[in-house]
């Protein structure tokens, strides 16, 4: 089944304790993102990535990191989370392009006390 | 800065009735427009989309959009309710040749019986 994955779903943290978001795509999709959704704002690009090893920031890119070493993966990492963090966040892959029709995962509900 | 802005947060409709769900952005060049659905605790799933071929866009479940360029607006309508519509609805836009998707603040639909 084609799908995107993410893990974990559910996370609850402390304030500078680092984490990782896994997300992974089984379409062999080049184009992969992340995004964040708070109430009455709709969802903000973090970062996307065009293919491996080529990654840039989205509109809300501030205490975040990434990485693309392989096609299908593409990690959101949390260095040092601060309780502004706090979100739900969704990672999703298009075949090649923004403009192709992307595919979202499951989400990741993210709480950092 | 490319933006799009979906006025109401929330729509109530009856079932059988009108949908209508409004979309402006702002934009000097025409740009791709988008319209998402997430329904209850899932990811976000394209409706339809804008890529400046016809102007009357038809998508999944009925639902429809018209682009305006005189209006720079997005409208998407669906002429009959149906109780699995109540969801939540994003507007978004990609510059052309861009690949920063840029979201609405979304719109939550409500089916009465």
């Known amino acids: 089944e084609a799908q995107v994955t993410q893990n974990p779903r559910y996370l609850i943290t402390v304030t500078g304790k680092k984490l990782t978001v896994t997300c992974s795509q089984n379409?062999?999709?080049?184009?992969m993102s992340w995004y964040r959704q708070d109430p009455g704002l709709g969802l903000r690009q973090i970062y996307y990535?065009?293919?491996?090893?080529?990654?840039d920031k989205g509109d809300v890119p501030e205490g975040y990191k990434v990485s693309r070493k392989e096609k299908r993966n593409f990690p959101l990492i949390l260095e040092s989370p601060s309780p502004n963090q706090t979100s739900l966040y969704f990672c999703?892959?298009?075949?090649?392009?923004?403009?192709?029709?992307?595919?979202f995962g499951p989400g990741t509900r993210l709480t950092v006390t | 800065a490319q933006s799009v802005t979906q006025l109401g947060s929330h729509v109530s409709v009856s079932e059988g009735a009108l949908v209508l769900l409004r979309c402006n952005y702002s934009?000097?060049?025409?740009?791709?427009l988008f319209w998402y659905v997430q329904y209850p605790n899932q990811g976000l799933q394209l409706l339809l989309k804008?890529?400046?071929?016809?102007?009357l866009v038809k998508g999944i479940n009925g639902f429809e959009a018209e682009f305006k360029k005189s209006e720079t607006s997005f409208h998407l309508t669906k002429p009959s309710a149906h109780m699995s519509d109540a969801a939540e609805y994003f507007c978004?836009?990609?510059?052309?040749?861009?690949?920063?998707?840029?979201f609405g603040g979304g719109t939550r639909v409500l089916v009465k019986p």
């Open positions: 934009s000097s060049v025409p740009p791709y």
């Open positions: 978004a836009v990609i510059k052309a040749a861009g690949n920063k998707l840029t």
């Open positions: 999703a892959s298009s075949l090649g392009r923004a403009l192709d029709e992307q595919y």
């Open positions: 379409m062999n999709h080049e184009y």
């Open positions: 990535s065009m293919n491996v090893e080529v990654t």
């Open positions: 804008y890529t400046s071929a016809a102007t």
